[in-house]
């Protein structure tokens, strides 16, 4: 079946440092992509979601790039703190009447003082 | 507000045991699911409730049951606990027709079966 896929397990950044996390996708009929993050001993908390068709959104400190031609995704978090070390996860959801959603494995983002 | 409410936040069962994980939303969303995540994995979807009343299969539903009788509660049976189940188990909630389905999950329960 379809999956979500992610090309970096691990990602380790100074404070301060801009962060990307990247996420591959595979179906192509998928309608909107959604990025979660997951503190340690927490559950999946959303950041952040994105349309198919657009090519980027921006939220506080956080913004989502879309590439459909290469089927990618990615989270870039400015001015990383130590507050958003965690994993990473995005998710894809096909649309219409599909109401369950596929995600990856996660990306673990450590950020070090 | 308390969003996905989830019972409790660890246990330990022994081999055969059975047991039941609680979860309650009180954001009055239709749709409710349950998945497993273990380690260094992502998350796999056990159950999934579309309303009071309807449940069906996500891709791991075996050694597991639910039911929704309310809006609110989508607890989560273990039958016969057996060591495989050991992981942590989430809860997540989301509201009909919103775009793109975004979920709101629990804080999980942490089970370990010996």
């Known amino acids: 079946g379809e999956s979500v896929g992610l090309h970096l397990p691990t990602l380790s950044v100074q404070e301060g440092d801009n962060s990307i996390i990247n996420c591959a996708y595979s179906n192509s009929a998928s309608d909107y992509f959604i990025w979660y993050k997951q503190e340690s001993g927490k559950g999946p908390q959303f950041i952040i979601d994105?349309?198919?068709?657009?090519d980027k959104r921006q939220g506080q400190r956080v913004t989502v790039l879309l590439n459909k031609t290469v089927k990618h995704l990615s989270l870039q978090i400015a001015a990383t703190q130590p507050g958003d070390s965690a994993v990473y996860f995005c998710?894809?959801?096909?649309?219409?009447?599909?109401?369950?959603?596929?995600f990856g494995k996660g990306t673990l983002l450590t950020v070090n003082p | 507000n308390a969003g996905v409410t989830q019972t409790p936040k660890f246990r330990i069962l022994k081999i055969g045991q059975s047991m039941t994980l609680q979860c309650a939303q009180d954001?009055?969303?239709?749709?409710m699911y349950w998945y497993r995540q273990d380690p260094g994995m992502g998350l796999k979807l056990i159950y999934y409730?579309?309303?009071?009343?309807?449940?069906d299969k996500g891709e791991v539903p075996n050694g597991y049951n639910v039911s929704r009788s309310t809006t609110e509660d989508f607890p989560l049976r273990l039958e016969l606990a057996a060591p495989s189940q050991t992981s942590v188990y989430f809860c997540?909630?989301?509201?009909?027709?919103?775009?793109?389905?975004?979920?709101?999950f629990g804080a999980g329960t942490r089970l370990s079966v010996l």
């Open positions: 994105i349309r198919s068709n657009m």
């Open positions: 954001m009055n969303h239709n749709y």
């Open positions: 409730s579309v309303g009071a009343g309807i449940t």
């Open positions: 997540a909630s989301s509201i009909q027709g919103a775009p793109g389905n975004i979920q709101y």
């Open positions: 998710a894809e959801n096909s649309g219409g009447s599909n109401y369950k959603l596929t």
